[in-house]
């Protein structure tokens, strides 16, 4: 299903990675609920191992110990309370299901997971499922240590173990069953999906299997017989034999090229400039629109893991991520997902980051802390928010308000200051390059004194921004200086004055 079945003309996700689940139900209806996020992205709510070396990793969530619905996020009833809560203000909720694998071999015996329960990863023994030994793909891997050796032999990324982790049998019936089951619990209680997490490990037939079990979603909040939206996290940058395309009848599919590219526009390495996004989308070999996922960081590759590299655009560059998640919100182009980090204590040696391991902020004994609000509705003990940041809001608003407009009215300097709009429901003008921006364009919005919503706001009847005066013609003058805050600028019809 390609459909995030998303309410209210809304067309956003956010990834608000981490949290715990009273902390989103809180978010959803004191903040995206009011402005305009169509769902959020949770963190895997099953069951998963507790590391203490290195101290609760936050990637300790992608081995899963078994499907009991108790994480570092919460427990079942505050999962519970948390899809009701944000159901009912129209914000569905995602969740990343961990289907691949279980924890990695040296896990050692004993309760050291999120539920309690015991496991034994010398037996390959999970009674809480149950799976034991015949559950796992390993006389199937054909590697000498069992463990994916080679991306180029599709057969053993999909059969062998991603580092070191027991790989499910989704060949067989039981498993497939086990895994709709725990899925079809979340469905019942109210998800509108799933992000499938590395589903290049999976077979598409064994997916597909297992998605023809899902029960449709919760008719308390969603039209009868409406299908879980899926997103299957495939890193295709086009250099291995498993596509992205193999996948793209099941569901929708990361879009990893995205990020990567309009990174390293930003940035300007490569040689890239914003003059060359003129064909953004298809025209740059991504899948196709009606496909994509697109986002331009996430979980992974903002602290070096997945892929990407370096040309990532994070929170840490604010200045250019603001512009990079600016552009991808106004363009028409695929799913949009925004992400919401926590900081971390980043120090690269090497190019390597030591602490990429590190876990949300959290209390002495491994707890994750609440997200506290401050005055100025920026987060604060360590989270980020950068959903919250307003030129980040603004622009999930707008494209909330330009949906289903074409992509229109392109101008470029032939460098790095480009200009669209989106039909006659709004208009975005970038300057990224060193010098200012001063020219006449053509908006194609109707006649008016717009505020823009990037260096402020409209509140109330006024604007706390620049304003750009639109003529009966739809011209309108840009002045934007290379050493603004934010040289970018953005109005669209519901900022009109
Ligand atoms: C280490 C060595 C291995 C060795 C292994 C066992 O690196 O070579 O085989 O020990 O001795 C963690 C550690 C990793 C460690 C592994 C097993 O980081 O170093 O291996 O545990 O102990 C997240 C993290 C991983 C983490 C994993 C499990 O990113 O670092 O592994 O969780 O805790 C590919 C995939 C793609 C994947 C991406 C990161 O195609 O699917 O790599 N992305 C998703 C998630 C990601 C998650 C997983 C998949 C696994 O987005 O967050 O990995 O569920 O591109
Ligand atoms: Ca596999």
């Known amino acids: 299903q390609h459909d995030p079945n998303i309410k209210h003309n809304r067309t956003s996700i956010v990834h608000l990675f981490e949290w715990r689940w009273a902390d989103i139900a809180a978010e959803c209806e004191r903040f995206l609920g009011p402005n305009g996020f169509g769902g959020v992205q949770i963190s895997p709510p099953n069951e998963h191992i507790v590391l203490d070396s290195p101290w609760r990793p936050w990637w300790q969530r992608y081995q899963p110990i078994g499907y009991n619905l108790c994480s570092r996020s919460g427990n079942e009833s505050e999962l519970r309370d948390m899809i009701t809560r944000c159901n009912n203000v129209g914000v569905n909720i995602y969740a990343d299901a961990v289907i691949n694998h279980m924890c990695r071999t040296g896990s050692g015996e004993g309760n050291h997971s999120s539920c309690g329960s015991w496991f034994s990863a010398p037996k390959k023994d999970f009674p809480s499922v149950p799976f034991t030994q015949s559950d796992f793909n390993d ?25 070191g982790l027991f790989d499910l049998a989704l060949e067989k019936e039981y498993v497939r069953d086990k895994v709709a089951d725990y899925m079809n619990k979340l469905i019942d209680m109210g998800v509108a999906g799933f992000r499938v997490d590395a589903c290049k490990h999976m077979w598409p037939g064994d997916l597909s299997a297992v998605y023809g079990r899902l029960h449709s979603l919760n008719t308390d909040w969603f039209p009868v017989g409406s299908r879980p939206f899926i997103v299957q996290e495939v890193i295709d940058l086009g250099v291995e034999p498993i596509t ?9 599919v990361t879009e990893f090229k995205y990020g990567a590219k309009l990174g390293a526009i930003f940035r300007k390495w490569n040689g890239e400039k914003l003059v060359y996004s003129k064909n953004w989308g298809e025209g740059w070999g991504f899948m196709p629109n009606g496909n994509a996922l697109v986002f331009v960081d996430n979980h992974d590759n903002q602290r070096g893991h997945g892929a990407g590299g370096a040309a990532i655009a994070t929170f840490w560059d604010s200045r250019i991520y603001k512009m990079a998640v600016g552009y991808m919100l106004a363009h028409p182009y695929g799913v949009t997902r925004v992400m919401s980090s926590f900081r971390w204590n980043r120090h690269v040696v090497d190019r390597k980051d030591q602490n990429d391991w590190q876990g949300p902020p959290s209390h002495d004994d491994g707890s994750t802390k609440s997200v506290p609000i401050n005055a100025d509705h920026t987060c604060g003990d360590g989270w980020v928010c950068e959903h919250r940041w307003r030129q980040i809001t603004n622009m999930v608003i707008f494209r909330n308000v330009v949906n289903g407009q074409p992509h229109s009215n392109w101008w470029d300097n032939q460098g790095n200051q480009v200009a669209f709009g989106r ?5 975005i003008v970038f300057n990224n390059d060193d010098w200012e921006l001063d020219v006449t364009l053509n908006t194609g919005m109707p006649g008016g004194t717009y505020c823009d919503v990037i260096s402020g706001q409209k509140e109330g009847s006024g604007c706390t921004a620049k304003q750009i005066h639109v003529d009966g013609d739809g011209r309108a003058h840009f002045k934007i200086s290379n050493s603004d805050e934010d040289p970018f600028v953005a109005i669209h019809a519901d900022s009109m004055l």
């Open 244 to 252: 992205s395309s193999e996948y793209l009848q099941l569901g929708r």
């Open 423 to 427: 039909g006659n429901r709004g208009f």
């Open 139 to 163: 006389d199937k891997c054909t590697t000498a240590s069992v463990k994916i050796e080679n991306y180029s032999d599709a057969n053993q990324v999909r059969d062998c173990r991603l580092v």
